[in-house]
Structure formats: C-alpha cells, structure tokens
C-alpha cells in the first residue's frame, strides 16, 4: 500500500516550545487529516486539509497541505502539558474511503 | 451523545477461537470503519463500510469478516484468532470519529 513517512518519530520539548511535525510521500494526496492520540484512547481529529496549499488552524494548532500535494506539516505553537500524546497524520488520493496513516509522532512535553 | 462505541473494550482468545467486535455510532454517518493498530504503527485499515448494505476490504483484510448491520451497527468477525491477530482494534464513523478501541490478545 501506499507509505506515508512522518517525521520525527519522537520530540521530548520543553513546555513553551514551538514544535513542527510533518508528513511526506512519495503520491499525490487529495485529503491530509492530522489527529492525536491520548493513551489508551482513539485518535481525535485536530484538522482537516482539502485543498493544495491550504494554511488551517485550530487554536494553538496550525496545518498546511502542501503545494506539490504530496506532503503536509503540523505546527504546534506554546507547548503546554496536556499536548503530550501520539500525533498521526493519514492522506487518502482518490477514494474517500481509504485512508493511508503514517506511524505517529510520539511527543513529551516536560512542564 | 455517545459518538462511536465499541465492544468489549478487552478480550483474550485462545488460538482457534471465534469472536466478534461490536460498534455502534449515533450520527447518522453513512461509511464506518475498522482499523488495526500495532506498536510503533499507525493506524492500518481493515475493512470499510460506504453505506449500509456495502462492505469493502482495507489494506489488511485476511483473516476478518465484517457484517453492516444497519446504518448504526458495524462489526467486525475474527473466525479464527491467530496470535498475529494481538492488536488494538478501532471503529470509527466517517473519518472523524473514533472509538476507543478493544484491547485483543490472542495467546
């Protein structure tokens, strides 16, 4: 199936840091979702992109699908505590129906 | 206000034994989904439902069967547990909405 490399794998930040995230592929991708995953919990959807180019942002969060479609970043400004958790991005081309995830960012943010 | 949920949230088989997993969603959506998810992946698609009356195979279907109830009910049958079967199982309705999964061992 098609791959998605996310990047990094783990960041250990300080609390107030900015942290950037991001997704790459070697397809073109019509859709880029990013969630977060808590322990022992499903993965809650943080923001959805749908067009090339597109800037979003959901509160300290902020998300841009990239021009060539084949990449998207995850920008978290401010870091506090509860952002700890496992961050995954996933694409889908040309069926709304699949997505393809990447393997997560594992983030720890000490306080 | 429930969203999606999934039964049971834990379960341990025995190699060769037969269960089912439960979901169910309360937001009229009309595709559902079922997900697998192992240490260190991500979230791996098994089979999806478009529609009530449709199902379709995902990325790592061998070894499931899935039934759409009706629009609400989607469940996800594992015939015969294998060890390899040891994963997170995770339904989710339209994308956006997730479960919080079942914790299966197969030993």
């Known amino acids: 199936g098609q791959q998605l490399n996310q990047s990094p794998q783990s960041m250990f930040i300080q609390e107030g840091e900015d942290v950037s995230m991001n997704c790459t592929s070697s397809?073109?991708?019509?859709?880029w979702l990013w969630y977060k995953q808590d322990p022992g919990e499903g993965p809650v959807l943080l923001i959805a992109?749908?067009?090339?180019?597109e800037l979003t942002s959901n509160g300290r969060l902020t998300a841009q699908f990239g021009i060539t479609r084949k990449d998207s970043f995850l920008n978290i400004s401010a870091s506090i505590p509860s952002d700890v958790g496992i961050y995954f991005c996933?694409?889908?081309?040309?069926?709304?129906?699949?997505?393809?995830f990447g393997k997560g960012t594992l983030l720890t943010v000490n306080p | 206000n429930a969203g999606v949920t999934q039964t049971p949230k834990f379960q341990v088989l025995k190699t060769g034994q037969s269960m089912t997993l439960q979901c169910a969603q309360d937001?009229?959506?009309?595709?559902m989904y079922w997900y697998r998810q192992d240490p260190g992946m991500g979230l791996r698609l098994i089979y999806y439902?478009?529609?009530?009356?449709?199902?379709d195979k995902g990325e790592v279907p061998n070894g499931y069967n899935v039934s759409r109830l009706n629009k609400r009910e989607f469940s996800l049958r594992l015939e015969s547990a294998a060890p390899s079967q040891t994963s997170v199982y995770f339904c989710?309705?339209?994308?956006?909405?997730f479960g919080s999964g079942t914790r299966l061992t197969v030993v």
């Open positions: 996933a694409g889908n081309r040309g069926s709304n129906y699949k997505l393809t």
């Open positions: 397809s073109i991708f019509n859709t």
């Open positions: 992109l749908y067009k090339a180019g």
């Open positions: 937001m009229n959506h009309n595709s």
């Open positions: 439902s478009a529609s009530e009356g449709t199902t």
């Open positions: 989710a309705s339209d994308h956006y909405t």
